[in-house]
C-alpha cells in the first residue's frame, strides 16, 4: 500500500480543508492566541462530542468537528509519512495550529 501513497499530496489537501474551515468559522491562522485556544479545544475535544456536532443544527459546531478530524487526519498521515522515512512538510495553516496540538500552552 505505501507504494502507492502519496504523502506530500495527501498533506496538502488536507490542509487546504483545514483553511477552508478555518475561512468559514472566521478563525485567523496568524493570530498566535486564536491558534491556542482552537487547539486547546482540539485536544478536549472527544468523540462523543463529534457525534453531538453531527446530529446538531450547529453548522459552527459541524465545521469544528470536520477540523478536528482534519487535524487527527493530518497527524496520523505525518506519522505514516514518518514511519516510511519519508519527509513531508505541510505550510503555513498546519504550522500555525498543529505546534500548538503538542504543548501545553496555559490560555491567555
Not at 31 to 39: Q, Y
Not at 46 to 74: G, H, I, P, V, W
Amino acid at each position: 500500500m505505501s507504494q502507492i501513497e502519496n504523502h506530500h499530496d495527501e498533506v496538502s489537501n488536507i490542509e487546504t480543508e483545514m483553511k477552508r474551515h478555518m475561512i468559514a468559522l472566521g478563525l485567523d491562522w496568524h493570530d498566535e492566541v486564536t491558534m491556542i485556544h482552537l487547539a486547546t479545544e482540539c485536544k478536549a475535544f472527544k468523540s462523543a462530542n463529534a457525534q453531538a456536532a453531527y446530529t446538531s443544527n450547529d453548522r459552527t459546531l459541524k465545521t469544528k468537528a470536520e477540523l478536528f478530524a482534519l487535524a487527527s487526519l493530518m497527524l496520523r498521515t505525518m506519522a505514516s509519512a514518518a514511519g516510511e522515512n519519508r519527509e513531508v512538510h505541510a505550510g503555513e495553516v498546519w504550522k500555525a495550529f498543529g505546534k500548538h496540538l503538542y504543548d501545553d500552552y496555559p490560555l491567555p
